[in-house]
């Protein structure tokens, strides 16, 4: 039998953890956007206690985002907030600045370290090579195809996590675009919120695509047009043995990914359990996904089916 992989998602708050470990989650990815990028909700200090707290007592994990990317006038915040995650028994930290793995060697030498650069986890090399520096786990890039996962997983030497499901970032400035186009038409920036509360969105008439954009302290992100969801492709990977999918919760609703997290636990366990069985209920499983997602939210799969261009 397979090894069940784990199943990751990205709660927007306290209530919204305990609802989807309750729908079957395994772990969660939360944290301050002062330090995380593209959280689905923020996570105080407090928050972050009250999580491990509510995870361990139900045999679950909680992964910290520390994966922006920090200029000089933040890496000296890096220690402190370090020794508060390894006082809160926080199960790994994402990291894609190298500050942060220097860091953690010296306050938290024992730290689950987690790599996740975006884009550029895309070969078993580079996975090996950070893993040498002390990651645990890379995060692979939504770029690739399932062919490049398997193979990355056949050699990889650490743990290998993959996007299953929601959207993901397309481009991402340090820059306030947003606020900066607002403030050239001569907008009241108070009154204009740029953040993702506002649910702005970019229009392509050409490919009639509408991309989610917002603005954070750590800048502009542009999200894709359509959502991933391969819930009915899930046997190559778990075959494979990839050890997490990750499910995300940016811009969705407690009650969506509520849904989704239980189709998912349900599709994963059958796949690894009967096989037939979940060959049999597919599609069901996608018309179960079709039946909650948001109107302008088209689904694909992504890049899983794109043949790789050297």
């Known amino acids: 039998m397979s090894k069940k992989p784990e199943l990751l998602c990205t709660p927007a708050d306290l209530t919204a953890a305990e609802r989807l470990f309750k729908a079957g989650a395994d772990a969660v990815i939360i944290g301050e956007e002062r330090y995380g990028l593209r959280l689905a909700g923020e996570f105080t200090r407090d928050d972050i206690k009250a999580c491990v707290k509510l995870a361990h007592d139900a045999g679950k994990k909680v992964y910290v985002a520390m994966n922006a990317l920090f200029h000089n006038d933040k890496v000296g915040e890096l220690a402190d907030y370090i020794a508060f995650l390894k006082e809160a028994n926080v199960d790994a930290i994402v990291f894609g600045d190298p500050a942060v793995l220097m860091t953690a060697r010296e306050v938290a030498p024992d730290m689950k370290l987690h790599w996740n650069t975006e884009t550029t986890a895309t070969n078993w090399f580079t996975a090996n090579y950070w893993g040498r520096k002390g990651a645990k786990r890379a995060v692979l890039a939504r770029e690739l195809n399932m062919d490049a996962i398997v193979e990355i997983k056949e050699e990889a030497d650490v743990e290998v996590e993959v996007q299953v ?81 990750k499910i995300e919760g940016i811009l969705k609703s407690t009650e969506y990914m509520e849904e989704v997290v239980a189709a998912y636990r349900a599709a994963i366990d059958l796949c690894v359990l009967d096989r037939d069985a979940y060959e049999e209920k597919k599609d069901e499983f996608v018309e179960q996904i079709e039946a909650i997602q948001p109107a302008n939210r088209k689904l694909d799969t992504g890049f899983f089916f794109k043949e790789t261009v050297y």
């Open 165 to 245: 499901h929601g959207m993901t970032c397309m481009f991402q400035s340090k820059r306030t675009l947003i606020g900066n186009y607002m403030k050239f038409q001569g907008k009241n920036l108070a009154v204009e919120r740029t953040d993702q509360s506002r649910n702005m969105v970019l229009f392509d008439e050409e490919r009639d695509a509408k991309y989610p954009i917002f603005e954070d302290e750590n800048g502009t992100h542009i999200m894709s047009p359509n959502d991933i969801s391969i819930i009915d492709e899930l046997e190559e990977m778990i075959d494979a043995g990839v050890d997490s999918f």
